[in-house]
């Protein structure tokens, strides 16, 4: 009942400000749902090519050299590392023989690679593998695939190549239906290390909160649901296997009030299979 009076109150203020972020070109969130079907009936979802190809064509101007890197297909002209992140893998890779194997879950065509790779050639090996849509794999094998560079349609079969150092989950995790499920199943591996990325977290005090994102149409018009995390029980679902290494702030503000943020996690050795 609270939380449906609270989404009723918001509601007059959300739709205003909806009105002005589609007049001045900016995402917004919108929405306290209680489903996520809720939140798709309001929204176009994440499945749409358009959207494939915008990131492809973006990022074949990376590879090309014509941009440093690239963000939901939007690009960059001037490096930026994100460096808490390079922190994390530089450690991971310290105590792995100067060798790192990263599950990147949900990593689009290559993003996050493309974006920090230069500053890891001085690894002795490096395996970025990336779990995607089919049609993202699909794109990803045709056109960026390489040695460095892997796709796969599932956890499964990545895993099958290699059990990864470090799972990466940056900027996927608030776009599932299921968010633990998905951590659940990496779980399973015990891979030693995970890496949540610029994912939006509410304060200790709230609750997981499910809205609807609306993108402008210069970057690509869509709109799909969208989790905000309450800190606390956020945490409390990694506490009894990983031991939480440090927290950080990350690019990225919405409209809510919320901090973009990333945690590193490492798994705690008195973990045993079963």
């Given at each position: 009942?609270?939380?449906k009076?609270?989404?009723n109150?918001l ?15 900016r ?14 009936e ?6 749409d ?5 915008k990131?492809?064509d ?13 963000r939901?297909s939007?690009?960059f002209?001037?490096?930026?590392y994100?460096w808490?992140?390079l ?11 100067n ?32 779990v ?19 796709f ?12 990864p150092?470090?799972a ?5 995790l ?6 633990f ?9 015990q ?11 509410l304060s200790?005090?709230e609750?997981?909160?499910l ?13 799909y ?8 029980e ?5 506490e009894?296997r ?9 690019i990225g ?9 990333g945690?590193?996690?490492?798994l ?7």
């Open positions: 009942m609270l939380k009076a609270r989404r109150l509601k007059p203020f959300e739709w205003a400000f909806t009105c002005l972020c589609e007049h001045t070109n995402i917004v969130w919108v929405g306290d749902y209680n489903s996520w079907d809720g939140a798709l309001d929204s176009c979802g994440y499945n090519k358009v959207i494939m190809c990131v492809r973006a990022l074949l101007k990376v590879k090309k050299g014509e941009a440093v890197y690239e939901d939007f690009l002209y001037e490096v930026q994100e808490p992140l922190s994390g893998l530089c450690r991971i890779a310290s105590e792995n023989s060798c790192l194997r990263i599950l990147d879950y949900g990593g689009s065509l290559g993003s996050t690679y493309f974006q920090n790779n230069k500053f890891l050639l001085g690894l002795d090996s490096l395996k970025w593998c990336i995607e849509q089919p049609h993202f794999v699909e794109c990803g094998k045709e056109f960026f695939q390489n040695e460095e560079l892997e796969y349609n599932d956890i499964d079969t990545c895993v099958s190549g290699g059990v150092n470090v990466l989950l940056s900027s996927v608030a776009y599932l239906e299921h968010p499920s998905i951590l659940d199943s990496l779980m399973k591996y891979i030693e290390w995970i890496i949540v990325n610029r994912t939006f977290i200790d005090q609750e997981d909160r809205t609807v994102q609306k993108v402008p149409s210069y970057i690509y018009k869509a709109s649901p969208c989790w905000f995390f309450g800190k606390k956020f945490l409390k679902y990694f009894e990983y031991k939480l290494i440090t927290e950080f702030d990350t503000r919405s409209n809510i009030h919320s901090r973009s943020m945690f590193i996690f490492k705690k050795k008195n973990i045993t299979k079963g």
